[in-house]
């Protein structure tokens, strides 16, 4: 052992990276943890809420330790179109499932958790490359120093720089890659739990379709934390630059919508924020491992990207990663196939079955963004329209036009190709 | 107060920009890209066409270091890289 040499460098302080330096500390294995921010949590962004599983795995304390925000005990679905909306409220008041939180104040105190354990935490380290000897990696290089180890491993986020230098990830593919803008916005625990229909400490998740992003691949969100409301959205890389529209126009709009408006009304904006999400799925997911390293995480593109869910797969992965090194480390091996383990227990998982599942979803939402997500979406509000509406014709007349107008609008070759889709859609999803 | 504008809202973030740009566009490359998709992509209006210079302004400054203009770049040429250590954005709210 000599002074720049340890069993495991992780790089990256974000939930995967922590998740598998907290499992290596736990076995008493030397870990070191290498953050470009100047704390964990610094350069990171997202909604959102993390979920009980697997963080009680492996935070066993965190509900009443871990700065929560709120509890999800509501789930909010908004179909919109430029001035109306049909929301779907899910309420379960005993629901201990998903919780908010704030990114600075999650991250920072998961790592402080993993040094109590015994790991050694580098932050305001930026990592340029990784040292390959032979085909093997053998450790790391920074603006200053080199360090070197036994396995390393890659938790650098979405746009890993590393993971592409060896090989396991290609470019990015702008139709694989959304970017996410979010505004945090300042508002008294009474207004948000008034606004929201909320009991004290609960929080409210609502996930938005359709405009301002009508037939653009995207989904807005709203968060509520204790005292202020994150509410953002992500738009593909190739939808931007196919309509010519930024992120931060879209967001105004977003903002602006009659339903969504009085939500954040008389609020102040704290933080204005953006970051990348991996929407590729499964079909992006690379080979997890080599000599001497493995990937997890966004850096492994392992997201949901139909519920986007991020951080339960990024913090799984961390802890199977972790687990496939403590045995390399003790059978002093760490060889490609030695840490070929980690992959096969990650397809294990329900997470990567869950993956496997939804891997055409979003690409067929994609192709046909014009049908899913924006004419039904405007049909849908039309519908209802329609149907709260009194004057003076007739509803039986009102619904016979409305059925003209939709063949009309969308042939009955459109029709049943979207029948055909939603089918597609359906099948993929219980095959 | 309600801020519209990039500008207006990134004097929310904390940040503290280095001196030297770590995002470095194809000069020659952009003055011939056609559809300049970093100017759309970018979440901190970080790109600028000038046509008096015909250049890519890039006030990097700005950055929120998502790394969206990288992932567009309509030549794949622009060279991008995290501000080095100590320097460029710490959210508190993320
Ligand atoms: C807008 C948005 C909304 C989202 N909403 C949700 C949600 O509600 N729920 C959910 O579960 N998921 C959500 N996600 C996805 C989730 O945030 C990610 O999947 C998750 O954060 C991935 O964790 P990670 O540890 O792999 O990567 P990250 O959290 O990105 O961590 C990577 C870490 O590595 C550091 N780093 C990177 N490069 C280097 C380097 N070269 N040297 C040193 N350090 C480096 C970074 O600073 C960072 O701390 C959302 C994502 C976005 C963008
Ligand atoms: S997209 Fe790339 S090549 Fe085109 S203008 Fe921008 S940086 Fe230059
Ligand atoms: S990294 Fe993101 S914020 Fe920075 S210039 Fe590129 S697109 Fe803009």
Redesign the interface.
Known sequence: MTANKTDVIIVGAGVAGVAAGITLARAGKQVVIVERGSYAGAKNMFGGAIYDYPTKDIYPEFKEKAPIERVNKTHRYMITDDETAVTVSYNNEKSQTSYTVIRAKWDKWCVERAVELGAYYSPMTVVRELIVNDGKVVGIKTDEEEFFADIVILADGVNSTLAKQIGLRENLKDSEIAVGVKEVISLPKEIIEERFNLTDGSGCVTEIVGAPMKGITGLGFIYTNKNSVSIGLGVNIDELKKHKLTPNDLLNQLKEHPSIAPLIKGGELLEYSAHLIPEGGFNSIPKLYGDGVMVVGDAAMLVDNVHWEGTNIAMMSGMLAAQTAIEALEKNDFSAKMLSLYEKKFKETSFYKDMKTYKDVVKIVHDNSYSFLSFYPQKINEFFEMFTESGYIPKKSLYKRFIKNFVKKRNIKGLIKDVINFAKLFIGVLK | ?E????DE??Q??KSSPDVVSHLVPNKEDCRTCE?K?CQ??????VYEWTDWDDRMLVKFENC?????C???C?K?SLVW??????Y???????
């Open positions: 107060m801020y519209k504008n990039t809202k990134l929310t973030v559809n998709s759309y992509v970018c979440p901190a209006g929120l270091e998502c790394g969206a990288r992932v567009a309509d794949q890289k995290y501000p080095k250590a100590g460029g954005i710490t959210y508190k709210q993320g």
